[in-house]
């Protein structure tokens, strides 16, 4: 049975006392009922449904390039390893109340669940769990403090205490009384391939070429590729359009501020290799006009500020008629393109100095950091940073709730959260799967983290918003396993990015593409809170006011003064601010009055 390109409904499977009543009055939904009503389930939009012989019932949100058996609904969840593309999928006797629920390898759709009471329910949607069966709508304070430090909320946690947010390539077991999860996915790094640098550049390309083909949509699908001008897309753009036949279609998002748009490469990448282009443009009156769309379009509080142009970037997918859409995701992540890994390459040299040469290190750089110079204040942060292992040096990237800890948050918070709960929590997603490399250890983080819990999440959003899919084919299981046996020399040689991937692709993208800066999908938020009035006042009016005030989370003083401070060009706050916006509106609307 193949399961394609079915991801954009909803569903909430549920048990318990008050379940049936419940999901009958969720509005847009189908409901019915198992065997002897121990289990009900409601569904909105494209979800799959199947069975068998033994009374077992399952149905899954999916989109996987290969097809799936009849049976693969069975109780081994490393069966689902071998599966290729975004799924989500639930499977239960309707007579025995016991559910699994598995989420894909990066965790790309979400599932989320709650037992109480002996009441339980999945759902795609954590918003529609909010008014289930003894749900206590009470904020999880550590939620909050993880997403003011990493601008999203990493599951198991929700915004919610009483609902959990299954783990990436994870199945979870539930029924009234008891809940237990299965990791049966890790990204592992065994680096065990050995030969010449042209001979690995070579199957490299072989396989993200294959890879690519794999994941092409039908011909007869409307379907397109995010393209943002960097090595990723340009190189999915380029490979798909080599195809016999093929005419490939690409959306890109430029800003009329200058270093943020890079709407001339997207152009250079596209008329390389003959894709057609659609552009648009996002200014400040748009982003703002944008705000309601990143509060619907995500289930919790999300402040990563680029899911304004992506959402843009999916709006213009889907005026073009597209339903499906292809993404660059993870190629920084697999093949060594951050530029923090080359920065952390440096600090780990430093770190493994002696102890005698770090300590006068150390004390020179507390020293010269504390001058106005900015070179100087730079020296001494990377001799506090060198030495510090990781993930806590990486952590130092993410942590601006806990840097200002004392001052943002109001003692009843910090009275609720420990100042290293977040960094504690990275200790645990770093610790999760085996040993290596250093640069390994931290690629493995971030597919865990920025891509599994931050990229998929905003891409999936911003799709599913639009009525749009999306694929992630440097995502394939395959090809990460493969990336995984390079040692890390071929990911960063040097403080050389993407070594074999950028061998790999000479011939595929021109070398303007090979060459250029990394730059990310940035809003310019950080110019427009400068230097435009309108958006100042928004923030005040919004961060400042009685409502917000009152739910005394932050220091009302302490929020101006970030906002006073970057107004004055001493540091970019433009991104703690915006979190702290989208979580407040996000409140008002989701959680607040019920």
């Not at 008014?131 to 909050?144: F, G, K, M, S, Y």
């Not at 204040?377 to 709730?401: E, H, L, M």
Request: glycine content about 10%.
């Amino acid at each position: 049975m193949s399961l394609a390109a079915s991801i954009r409904g909803d569903f909430v499977l549920a048990g318990g006392p008050g379940a049936a009543d419940w999901a009958s009055r969720l509005p847009g939904f189908e409901c019915g009922s198992g065997a002897d009503d121990a289990i009900v389930l409601a569904t909105r939009g494209s979800v799959h449904l199947g069975g068998d012989a033994t009374g077992k019932r399952w149905l899954a949100l999916a989109d996987l390039v290969e097809s799936v058996p009849d049976d693969a609904a069975g109780d081994d969840p490393g069966a689902m390893r071998d599966w290729r593309g975004r799924f989500t999928h639930v499977a239960w006797h309707p007579a025995g109340g016991t559910v699994l629920a598995t989420t894909d390898h990066f965790g790309s759709l979400p599932l989320y669940w709650y037992r109480r009471n002996e009441n339980f329910a999945i759902s795609t949607d954590l918003r529609l769990l909010l008014d289930a069966p003894a749900v206590r709508r009470e904020v999880d304070l550590t939620a909050v403090y993880h997403y003011l430090n990493f601008a999203f909320i990493p599951a198991p946690s929700t915004i919610c205490r009483d609902i959990h947010r299954i783990e990436p390539g994870t199945r979870l077991a539930l029924d009234a009384a008891t809940e237990s999860t299965t990791r049966y996915y890790m990204p592992a790094y065994p680096a065990d391939l050995e030969g010449s640098d042209d001979q690995l550049a070579g199957d490299l390309r072989e396989r993200i070429i294959g890879t690519v083909r794999d994941f092409r949509p039908a011909a007869d699908d409307g379907w397109g590729c995010f393209l943002s001008g960097g090595t990723d897309s340009s190189s999915i753009v380029t490979i798909l359009a080599r195809q016999p036949g093929a005419q490939v279609q690409t959306c890109s998002i430029g800003f009329h501020e200058a270093g943020y748009d890079e709407l001339d490469f997207a152009r250079k990448a596209g008329e390389a290799c003959g894709a057609k282009p659609h552009l648009d443009h996002v200014d400040r009156t748009r982003a703002l006009a944008l705000l309601d769309a990143v509060i619907d379009a995500y289930d919790q509080p999300f402040g990563n500020t680029s899911a304004i142009p992506t959402l843009a970037c999916a709006e213009l997918g889907q005026s073009e008629g597209f339903s499906l859409m292809l993404g660059g995701d993870g190629g920084d992540e697999i093949f060594g393109g951050n530029q923090r890994y080359a920065k952390d390459k440096v600090l780990e040299a430093f770190y493994r100095l002696p102890a005698p040469l770090k300590a006068g290190a150390r004390m020179a750089g507390k020293l010269v950091g504390k001058t106005n110079n900015h070179l100087l204040n730079r020296v001494g942060n990377f001799t506090q940073r060198g030495s510090q292992p990781n993930p806590d040096r990486f952590y130092t990237d993410d942590s601006f709730a806990s840097d200002y800890y004392l001052r943002l948050l109001t003692p009843e918070f910090r009275s609720h959260v420990n100042r290293d709960a977040s960094l504690e929590f990275m200790r645990s997603v770093y610790d999760a799967g085996d040993g290596g490399e250093p640069l390994h250890r931290i690629m493995r983080l971030d597919l865990m983290m920025a891509i599994a819990q931050n990229d998929l999440v905003k891409v999936h959003g911003a799709c599913k918003h639009h009525g749009v899919s999306a694929r992630f084919p440097y995502l394939d299981p395959d090809l990460v396993e493969y990336c995984g046996r390079l040692p890390a020399r071929y990911k960063v040689r040097g403080l050389n990015k993407r070594y074999l991937f950028k061998k790999a692709m000479q011939g595929i993208l021109p070398e303007e593409i090979l060459r250029k800066r990394k730059q990310g999908f940035g809003l310019p938020t950080a110019i427009w809170l400068k230097n435009d009035r309108a958006t100042q006042e928004l923030m005040r009016e919004i961060l400042l006011d009685d409502r917000t005030r009152q739910r005394g989370w932050v220091e009302p003083t302490f929020v101006n003064k970030l906002v006073e401070l970057h107004m004055a060009g001493a540091w970019d706050y433009s991104g703690a601010i915006w979190q702290l916006l989208v979580l407040e509106l996000w409140m008002r609307k989701y959680m607040d009055g019920h």
